[in-house]
C-alpha cells in the first residue's frame, strides 16, 4: 500500500519550495481504498499526517512500532503560531463566509501580526475550468506562504493534487475539518476525551447523522482490512511506512 507516514516533528516543516501536507485516518484510509484517484493524491503528499487513532492502531497492531497521531487541528495551529512570529501570509479555501467570517475574527484577535485573506467556492462535487482559475487567481495575487483547503476529502486532497503545480504558496494544507474547529461553529471534543482516543466516539454523539458513516459503516470495513493486512504482511511489504525514531 505504501502510506509513507510523517513521524517527525511539526516545527521541521521546510519553509522553502512547496510542500503538501494531507492526513489520512480510518475514513480516508477505507475511501482511498475505492478510489484511485484519492489514493494517489494522499501518495504523492509531500507529508502525510497520521490523523486518526485507528491509523496509529494499526501501526502498532501491524509493526509493533509506536506512532504518535498528529491531528490537522495541531498542524493548524502549529503554522499560525510560526507565521504570527514571522508576520506571515495565510489563505483559507473553502467553507462558507459564516465560517470565513469567524475565522477572521479568531486571526485578528489571537494573531494579529498574520495577514490573510479567505475564498469560499461554491458548494458542488466538482468546478469548472473557470471557477478553478478564479480560486488559483485568488490565491496566487495574495502569494500566502501556507494555503489552508477545506473542502473535505476527498475532494480538498485531489483539488490539491490536480493544482498543486499551478498554486503559488510555500506549504499547502488539506485541513477539512479544521476550519469549522478554528471558527467554533462546530467544537472539537476535549482533549480529556483525545487523550482517552475517544475523539471520534463524542464526534459521533454529537453528531450522529454527518458521522455514522464514517465511523459505524467504515469502522468495520477498516477493522477487515486491518486483520488481513496483519495475517499476511511481513516487515518487507508494510502497509503503512514508519521511520527508525518511532521505535
Not at 517527525?8 to 512547496?18: A, Q
Not at 485507528?54 to 502549529?78: F, M, Q, R
Request: hydrophobic share 40%.
Amino acid at each position: 500500500m505504501g502510506y509513507n507516514l510523517f513521524s517527525g516533528n511539526l516545527n521541521g516543516i521546510p519553509e522553502s519550495g512547496k510542500t503538501v501536507i494531507n492526513t489520512i485516518n480510518q475514513y480516508s484510509f477505507c475511501v482511498a481504498e475505492r478510489d484511485d484517484t484519492f489514493k494517489k493524491a494522499l501518495k504523492s503528499s509531500d507529508i502525510l499526517l497520521p490523523d486518526g487513532i485507528g491509523i496509529v492502531a494499526a501501526v502498532k497492531s501491524i509493526t509493533g512500532y509506536n506512532l504518535k497521531k498528529i491531528s490537522g487541528t495541531e498542524l493548524h495551529e502549529n503554522l499560525l503560531k510560526r507565521m504570527n512570529a514571522q508576520n506571515g501570509r495565510c489563505f483559507y479555501l473553502g467553507s462558507n463566509e459564516n465560517t470565513l467570517s469567524k475565522i477572521k475574527n479568531r486571526l485578528t484577535a489571537e494573531y494579529p501580526n498574520i495577514i490573510f485573506e479567505t475564498f469560499s467556492p461554491s458548494y458542488k462535487a466538482e468546478f469548472s475550468d473557470e471557477e478553478n482559475s478564479e480560486m488559483i487567481s485568488a490565491i496566487n495575487s495574495f502569494k500566502p506562504d501556507v494555503l489552508f483547503v477545506g473542502m473535505t476529502a476527498p475532494k480538498q486532497e485531489k483539488w490539491i493534487m490536480a493544482h498543486k503545480n499551478e498554486i503559488d504558496a510555500k506549504i499547502i494544507c488539506a485541513i477539512g475539518a479544521v476550519f469549522d474547529f478554528f471558527a467554533g461553529t462546530i467544537k472539537r471534543p476535549s482533549q480529556f476525551w483525545i487523550n482517552l482516543g475517544l475523539e471520534w466516539f463524542i464526534r459521533l454523539c454529537k453528531e450522529p447523522r454527518r458521522m455514522w458513516v464514517r465511523y459505524v459503516y467504515y469502522g468495520p470495513i477498516f477493522v477487515w482490512a486491518l486483520v488481513k493486512e496483519k495475517l499476511t504482511a511481513d516487515l518487507n511489504d508494510l502497509p503503512l511506512a514508519y521511520s527508525e525514531e518511532t521505535k
